[in-house]
């Protein structure tokens, strides 16, 4: 399809990108003609369809991380909330209590999706290490909006490196690559506790589950095993899992053996 050919890189390694604006435009309009050439059919048959997602997904805003492709889903079948770093912002969290109250009676699932080389996550992580360095985000509130909500993660995934390797940890050269590839799977899994506790979806027969797609290999898993797991149940359980990514091959190959 031709989502998939655009997305690959030609021979020369250079993306293929429209060369300015205007081109951009006829992208976006020759890509629209062809998304209701294929639709045309379908929808005179049937007419607009009720809106019923099986599952709302909270991910982030990466174009490398398009959470209907991840999952191979067509329309109407995920309930989609994008922004970066996949944060729960008052605007994320009232989309999807919306989706709760008026999709019930099709929706099975409410998944949280981060994904690896999270730009937001990267910049939460240079803001917790160098605050004087991050003027970016220190001069914009609402990149900092973003990054706040981060930073939580970014600690939480900070103290355990520390108390799995002790404080000379934050010297090591590759730390802050450590502390970002430990800080995508904490902040996603606090985000999917905060809204299993917020909204308490499973109340509804809603389950609420969180996991990392791999921009490189495609995949979505979690540190401990298969692809989407249930969000924590309780603040212990983010502890443990902040020790077990400071273990993990996934986080300790970015530090240098001791
Ligand atoms: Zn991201």
Redesign the pocket.
């Known amino acids: 399809m031709d989502f998939v050919t655009r997305f690959r890189l030609p021979g020369d390694g250079t993306p293929h990108l429209p060369t300015d604006a205007a081109e951009a435009l006829s992208w976006l309009a020759e890509g629209n003609a062809r998304y209701a050439a294929e639709q045309a059919g379908p929808l005179a048959a049937a007419g607009t369809p009720k809106q019923s997602p099986y599952g709302v997904v909270l991910g982030?805003?990466?174009a490398r991380?398009p959470l209907e492709l991840v999952f191979d889903a067509g329309p109407n079948e995920l309930f989609v909330v994008r922004v970066?770093?996949?944060v729960l912002g008052d605007e994320a969290l009232g989309s999807i209590e919306y989706a709760l109250a008026n999709f019930r009676p099709s929706l099975r699932l409410l998944t949280v999706l981060?994904?690896t080389g999270?730009?937001?996550?990267a910049a939460a992580v240079q803001a917790y290490l160098s605050p004087k360095h991050s003027a970016g985000v220190a001069f914009s509130r609402s990149v900092r909006a973003v990054v706040n909500h981060i930073l939580v993660a970014v600690r939480s995934a900070a103290l355990s490196l520390e108390q799995t390797w002790g404080p000379s940890v934050a010297n090591d050269p590759g730390y802050s690559k450590a502390l970002a590839e430990a800080a995508v799977f904490l902040n996603t899994a606090m985000i999917a506790y905060q809204l299993a506790q917020e909204l308490r979806p499973e109340d509804a027969g809603v389950k609420v589950v969180q996991g990392v797609f791999d921009l490189a290999e495609g995949k979505v898993g979690t540190i401990r095993g298969g692809q989407l797991r249930p969000a924590p149940t309780g603040p212990q359980e983010l502890v443990d899992l902040g020790l077990t990514l400071a273990a993990a091959p996934l986080v300790t190959r970015h530090l240098s053996p001791s």
């Open positions: 982030c805003s990466d991380a970066a770093g996949n981060g994904h999270c730009g937001a996550v």
